[in-house]
Structures are given as C-alpha cells and as structure tokens.
C-alpha cells in the first residue's frame, strides 16, 4: 500500500495534476494530451478512410457548419479563461460517415466523426449540436489521456498485487489475478467512464448554449435516444450512464447552462 | 517515453522510494501498451452510445 501512495505522490510530482476546463474537476495526467494527440491524427485518419462518406450533401454541410461553430465558441471560451496553451492540441475535423450505427465519436485534438444513422434521431440542427458539444467536450476535457493515465496505475495495482501473491502456489496467483481484473472492470474502469460521460453531458450542454442553441433541447435528444433503445445495458456493467440518469443530471444542469445561453 | 525520461531525470526523487528499479520495469511495462498496440484494448475514442 504504501508503494501504491508512493507511486500516486510521485505521479503527481511528476505530471502535474491540471483541472477540468468549467467543471474545476481535478485529474491526473501521466500522459501528455499532444502524445495522445499524435496517436489520434493517425487512428483518425485510418478510419475516416475506411469508411465511405455520407451521400447527404446537406448534412455533411450541416456537420461541419455546426462543428466549426461549436468549434469556435469553445475556442474563444478558451482564450479568456487560461486555457490558450492547451488551443495547439487541437485539430478541429468533423465528419459524416455513412453507416447505420446511431452513433457519433470523438479522438482526442478534436477529430469528430457523426454516423449517418443517427440523423433521424438528432432531427436537425440543434439536436446534431448536442451530439456535437458533448463529443468536443471529451477532447476539451482530455479524456483519452486521463484513461490511459488511470489504466496505467491500474496496472501498476494488478502487478502489487501479483508480486504479493507471488510465493503463493500458482493457482493462488492466476485466482488474484482474475479477480483483480474483474474488481478493477466494474470498481474503477467503468464508474471512471460514466464520470467521463457524466462530464461530457455537462460540459456539452455548456457549450450548446455558448453556440446559441437552446440547451433544454439536450434533453429531447435523449428521450429520442431512450426511445431509440440502443442502451439497455444495466449502468454499473456499462461505460455509459442509463439515459434515465443521464436526462435527470442534464435537467439538474438546467439553470446553469441556461447563464450561457443568450436568446 | 516521455515517463520514462521524466522518471531518470527525476532519479533523486526516487530514492526515498523502495526499490525503484521495480517501479520503472512496472512504468515500462504500462507505457508499452498504450493504443497502438491494441493488445489492451484501449481505445482513444469517445462514443456517444456504448
Ligand atoms: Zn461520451
């Protein structure tokens, strides 16, 4: 144990600990959000090119129309509030994709990708602005680096634990092992996402509403997503919240993403 | 590697530390699977829906 809050203390020496642009939320890095960055323009790219673009010309315009607006108002945001530096991590791309999933994604600097199977639920552009500010907002928030910081002491944990059992016989061992990986699955792996998602809402309907667009509509755009039932999975198996918990935050949200929204 | 070269620059800090060299094989060994190679399956991307 005490190895485990010696390697925490130095990590945090090391790396420092920077907090979440408007939620405050303090996370830790121990990997810098350009190396992910870089990892992502390639990843992306890859993708992108094994995926043949949507045929709808509208919305493909519509994406990146609201992509490079949403784009925008988080930049300025930025500028003013001591988050310049982090500006040159970010490579703004926004993407139609045609394929049926009703689905989106984000990869870290900013390189969004909207399925064109979803366009029936976000309905138009409001509700293709709240697909988008919650994907920008995991680059914003450097999710991917703060993952891959958390699997790496999570890593660190299975190989003390494997070092402590390692006199054991070696059914002990692969039994510890076993557990240890399924206690840090549901412990701390999938909570550490649903706060990712929790946070992505939160800032994203932020940033709806820095664009001009009316953030209570985030919420019509879940029900759709409820309605559409693509996420039945009980929330402590998932990585996502359950869309009942995740329209009860945003409306908890409400009053203060409505301070950034000028009519 | 960025770690890597932090941690050996950071060498002093280290010595309160009980066996380093155990701790640096266990950060070589985290850093060696980041996303590409996908044997982790760590993802860099963020979906909307799972
Ligand atoms: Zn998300």
Known sequence: ?263 | MTLIRQLTENKKNLHSIPNEGFLIIVFAKAISCSPSSDGLGVSLSYNLSP
């Open chain 1, 1 to 263: 144990m005490k190895k485990l809050v010696s390697l925490v203390l130095l990590a945090c020496i090391l790396a420092a600990c920077s907090s979440v642009m408007l939620t405050g939320r303090k996370q830790l890095l121990l990997v810098p959000d350009s190396d992910v960055v870089a990892m992502s323009l390639q990843s992306y790219k890859q993708f992108v090119d094994s995926v043949p673009p949507s045929t709808d010309k509208v919305n493909t315009a519509l994406v990146k129309k609201v992509g490079a607006k949403m784009a925008s108002v988080v930049e300025t945001y930025m500028k003013a509030n001591g988050y310049e530096a982090d500006i040159a991590n970010l490579a703004w791309e926004f993407n139609l994709l045609k394929d049926k999933q009703v689905n989106a994604f984000c990869m870290p600097g900013g390189k969004v990708a909207v399925f064109d199977g979803i366009l029936p639920i976000t309905k138009d552009e409001t509700g293709l602005a709240v697909v988008m500010g919650h994907e920008i907002a995991h680059a914003i928030a450097k999710h991917s680096a703060e993952r891959m910081s958390t699997q790496m002491l999570s890593q660190y944990g299975a190989s003390l634990a494997g070092l402590l059992v390692s006199k054991k016989s070696e059914i002990t061992r692969a039994g510890v092992n076993t557990l240890y990986g399924l206690g840090s699955q549901y412990a701390v792996m999938l909570p550490y996402s649903r706060k990712h998602e929790y946070e992505a809402d939160q800032m994203g309907l932020i940033f709806l509403a820095m664009a001009g667009y009316d953030p209570s509509k985030a919420v019509a755009f879940w029900e759709r997503m409820a309605a559409n039932g693509a996420n039945n999975t009980a929330e402590f198996m998932s990585t996502h919240p359950s869309d009942a918990n995740r329209i009860a935050k945003l409306n908890a949200l409400m009053p203060e993403a409505m301070k950034y929204y000028k009519k």
